[in-house]
């Protein structure tokens, strides 16, 4: 495996293109997929975030989120023509990463994000670069996607794969796109939950846009609101169902609520298992930080039939 060591640039490099000189680099975090820095000058601090090659489309998506009033931190400056692109954005600080936000809040944050979700469908010069990774798209790749999941769970050490384990798994998925086939797709956050969002500008707004990508909106909502109590899952896909009516898309598609989140949190499992067994075989990731998560989702997927009856 090719060096996957991500090089974040040169501290004059992201000074010329901001026009500010800079005293000081910190590291924030290394996830093995992005190095996130805190860049210090006399008067100020701001977020340097540099990621593997597959995430460079981050920067456009995020620019498209500023530009819909969805993005926490705003953009600065990007490259993401450089051999790992990198993004500043402002520095946030400490941000909402741990509490459980109240059903009103994340209800707005909805709102916010049916916005989005409208808006971006109809950006198709924002979508062109924006990768798919919907079912449909699995499905399409289904023999790469499933040796690749098959290599991963391998390298986990944690369960024994068997050639039926995989069947099942591509009938999962199979199932799962054509139960999602008539649902609308646009360009998703990829990962809405608590602690991607902060309180900026008088409301809850959207960060880290690295795993973005073209899917169901329902696997955004689905992801949020399945962490809720189920008497209050219903009443949130609603109000979003009802933001997005008010920007001019009908997301129902003559289907329930129920069936929605659902699939909608199917589509988003289905894309993280995709996600962290490419991480783990692809970018050198440590099996161990996604193996429970990987396994469990990839079970899921298997039994997705007998789940939503489909």
């Not at 790992?84 to 509490?99: A, I, K, M, T, Y």
């Not at 449909?136 to 050639?163: C, M, P």
């Not at 696997?219 to 809720?228: T, W």
């Amino acid at each position: 495996m090719r060096d996957r060591t991500i090089r974040p640039p040169a501290l004059e490099e992201v000074s010329e293109r901001l026009g500010m000189t800079f005293t000081s680099r910190e590291v924030v975090s290394d996830s093995g997929i992005s190095v996130v820095e805190r860049l210090r000058s006399d008067r100020s601090s701001l977020i340097l975030k540099t990621s593997v090659p597959e995430l460079r489309h981050e920067a456009a998506v995020h620019h498209l989120a500023d530009s819909l009033e969805i993005g926490g931190a705003r953009l600065l400056a990007s490259n993401s023509d450089a051999q790992f692109p990198w993004l500043v954005q402002e520095d946030l600080g400490e941000h909402n990463s741990s509490r459980l936000l109240a059903r009103d809040e994340v209800g707005s944050a909805l709102e916010a994000l049916a916005e989005f979700h409208v808006k971006a469908a109809n950006e198709s010069d924002a979508q062109a670069d924006v990768p798919d990774r919907s079912p449909q798209w699995l499905v399409a790749n289904l023999d790469q996607v499933a040796n690749l999941v098959e290599g991963a769970l391998k390298q986990t050490e944690a369960i024994d794969v068997q050639r039926s384990d995989i069947k099942q798994f591509r009938g999962g998925l199979s199932a799962l796109s054509d139960a999602t086939s008539r649902m609308p797709t646009t360009v998703i956050h990829g990962d809405f939950d608590p602690g991607n969002l902060a309180y900026s500008r008088g409301r809850w707004r959207a960060i880290d846009w690295g795993l973005s990508h073209r899917n169901s909106p329902f696997a955004d909502v689905a992801h949020m609101v399945m962490r809720f109590p189920k008497l209050e899952q219903l009443p949130l896909v609603e109000r979003y169902l009802e933001a997005a009516n008010q920007f001019g898309a009908d997301f129902r598609e003559e289907r329930d609520s129920w069936d929605l989140l659902q699939l909608g949190n199917a589509a988003h499992e289905a894309f993280f298992v995709w996600w962290h067994s490419y991480c783990i075989v692809r970018l050198g990731v440590r099996p161990e930080t996604y193996a429970a998560s990987l396994i469990q989702r990839f079970k899921r997927i298997s039994h997705v039939r007998q789940q939503l009856g489909i």
